[in-house]
């Protein structure tokens, strides 16, 4: 396992658009942080990021496609099956890679962030920076699972599924159109609709980052990690089972 993974992280440094993204990304995130830095401190400027977490899970998604749809387009999945290479090693192996790349993609935008920002404000209240680098650490680590559950999302459907796109699709509705529409759901006065619409939306990682504008406890800590990894096994399993019986062409 440990060398396929190895191998399909070689194949994604390999690839040209790999980079693409990743410098587009960093000239994004430069230009977001260029409009503030003007007359902000190095302490909103951290703040600033903690309201940055729901775009963790669209990028989840680009990235999972980054790792899973080249393997598709270029007929290597299909070489890989015909050669003996075990179907559960296969989808495992391409789920840790995507979780792989994703946290190193994370670390690289967290950091590159960090130290622009530090570079170009000012730091006039050390415990104020203090208190809100503490406070996108906590939030980080809250975010971290549910990001990890909507990448172990796109997976299951980009490997189950024979259209791509409709696979990014689906993930991307279900991020968007899904949460707002099981907003709306939950508070309508019908059941046994109100009920199933809060029990699914309590359960969605998308819908988990507004309680960040709450108290930050470790209930909610423990709680985002439960979701997050309950939505990774659960689609891990049943992507698996889909993988195991379908034909790859």
Not at 91 to 109: D, E, I, M, Q, W
Not at 124 to 149: H, K, T
Not at 203 to 224: C, E, H, K
Request: net charge positive.
């Amino acid at each position: 396992m440990l060398n396929y993974i190895k191998a399909e992280l070689y194949k994604v440094c390999r690839r040209k658009y790999t980079w693409i993204f990743f410098a587009v990304m960093l000239v994004l995130e430069s230009l977001f942080a260029l409009v503030w830095t003007g007359s902000w401190e190095f302490s909103d400027m951290v703040a600033l990021m903690t309201t940055t977490m729901p775009v963790g899970s669209y990028l989840a998604v680009i990235l999972a496609d980054l790792v899973i749809s080249d393997p598709y387009k270029s007929g290597t999945l299909k070489n890989e099956i015909s050669f003996g290479i075990p179907r559960k090693r296969v989808y495992l192996g391409k789920l840790c890679s995507a979780v792989v790349v994703s946290l190193l993609f994370c670390a690289v935008l967290f950091s590159h962030y960090l130290a622009g920002c530090w570079l170009l404000t000012g730091h006039s209240n050390p415990e104020m920076i203090r208190a809100n680098l503490g406070i996108l650490a906590f939030v980080a680590a809250a975010s971290l699972p549910l990001w990890m559950g909507t990448l172990g999302l796109a997976v299951a459907l980009l490997m189950t599924l024979r259209s791509e796109m409709l696979a990014v699709i689906m993930v991307f509705l279900t991020i968007t159109v899904g949460t707002g529409v099981l907003a709306l759901l939950s508070m309508i006065q019908l059941e046994p609709i109100r009920s199933i619409a809060s029990l699914v939306l309590s359960i969605l990682p998308s819908s988990q980052f507004g309680q960040y504008q709450d108290a930050l406890t470790w209930d909610l800590m423990v709680r985002n990690w439960a979701i997050g990894l309950g939505w990774v096994a659960v689609t891990a399993a049943v992507g698996l089972a889909v993988f195991q019986r379908r034909e790859v062409k």
